[in-house]
């Protein structure tokens, strides 16, 4: 199905660029203006296929490739190019690994060392205290 031909038949002029909102309002109008269900018997294979139709001319114009063409949503083109995200965004996102590791490394070692020093402390005054005679013990 054509551009064109998908736009007026939900509703817009044929030069017209419609934002992705506007054709999905128009699309949710349409259908519900259209749907089989809602139609007596002898008219439901009418209305079953404009609303195929109309289903089509919606895939078409939010899909944006058209049998090679290239249609464009607000002036931007459909197509992304994926090139990657700029370095500083990358690193922003992911945070600085020294800012989270150095106040965790100075923890653990804060806590080895001040804990190494209060075991010495009690291990003399054990010593002191109760004294040893064995010969291999310290």
Known sequence: MEVEEAKILLGFPPNSR???????AAYRKKVWESHPDLFPDDQ???????FK???????????GDVKGQRYYKAGVY?????????GTYSSAKRGNRWLIGAPFLLIVL????L???????????QKQTFPSH???LP
């Open 18 to 24: 419609p934002d992705p909102s506007q054709v999905k």
């Open 44 to 50: 439901k294979q009418v209305a079953e296929s404009k």
């Open 53 to 63: 139709s109309i289903s089509e001319a919606y895939s078409c114009l939010e899909s």
């Open 78 to 86: 459909s197509r992304v190019v994926k090139t990657g995200v700029p």
């Open 110 to 113: 804060g806590t080895i060392g």
């Open 115 to 125: 804990g190494g020093i209060k075991a010495n402390r009690a291990y003399n005054l």
């Open 134 to 136: 064995n010969p291999f």
